[in-house]
T-cell receptor
Framework: NAGVTQTPKFQVLKTGQSMTLQCAQD?????MSWYRQDPGMGLRLIHY???????DQGEVPNGYNVSRSTTEDFPLRLLSAAPSQTSVYFC???????????FGSGTRLTVV | SQQGEEDPQALSIQEGENATMNCSYK?????LQWYRQNSGRGLVHLIL?????REKHSGRLRVTLDTSKKSSSLLITASRAADTASYFC????????????FGAGTRLAVHP
């Protein structure tokens, strides 16, 4: 199994550009989440989903959109990139019931 | 914020010593989880302790939970250089929605 796959691994955007960070999992997990991690800090929850068609906001949702049309995919869209969105973005998934999340390897985004 | 807060922020020890990290949180939780992050990598789930449990073991890891004090501790016994990483606690207070909020983490350095 590939687990949680994030693409791209690195991205540089200009201020005002939009883009989509891709996240796919092949474990048939119902729960998926997006986090951002800034230097020396923990992870902050952006959006999460409890199943296909169901999403909700986390701690820092402004400037980001998500959708969950399939169980496997949970893309994160940056609407109009800003330097404050420079960060490492992690996608994670888990199955229903107790247990921890499986994380992807991250996307390092720089907005100039 | 519902975030857990780890203490200390950084810990430096010698191989063979024990490492203890603490986590405090603010509201009632369903469970508390600990994750490890090696430099530049994604997070790896270590252990989950439910709100009705007081102690849990996994290999060299021992986790305690005191819901009256809203605190948890992670003990790594007989530390190895390979344990060098950042350790994060994450709390799920979302009533079954598996919405995890992370603390800022403890950076552990184990010296040979």
């Amino acid at each position: 199994n590939a687990g949680v796959t994030q693409t791209p691994k690195f991205q540089v955007l200009k201020t005002g550009q939009s883009m989509t960070l891709q996240c796919a999992q092949d474990m048939n997990h119902e729960y998926m989440s997006w986090y951002r991690q800034d230097p020396g800090m923990g992870l902050r929850l952006i959006h999460y989903s409890v199943g296909a068609g169901i999403t909700d906001q986390g701690e820092v949702p402004n400037g980001y959109n998500v959708s969950r049309s399939t169980t496997e995919d949970f893309p994160l869209r940056l609407l109009s990139a800003a330097p404050s969105q420079t960060s490492v973005y992690f996608c994670a998934s888990k199955e229903t019931g107790a247990g921890g999340y499986t994380f992807g390897s991250g996307t390092r985004l720089t907005v100039v | 914020s519902q975030q857990g807060e780890e203490d200390p922020q950084a810990l430096s020890i010698q191989e063979g010593e024990n490492a203890t990290m603490n986590c405090s949180y603010k509201t009632s939780i369903n469970n508390l989880q600990w994750y490890r992050q090696n430099s530049g990598r994604g997070l790896v789930h270590l252990i989950l302790i439910r709100s009705n449990e007081r102690e849990k073991h996994s290999g060299r890891l021992r986790v305690t939970l005191d819901t009256s004090k809203k605190s948890s501790s992670l003990l790594i016994t007989a530390s190895r250089a390979a344990d060098t990483a950042s350790y994060f606690c994450a709390t799920d207070f979302s009533g079954g929605y598996n919405k995890l909020i992370f603390g800022a983490g403890t950076r552990l350095a184990v010296h040979p």
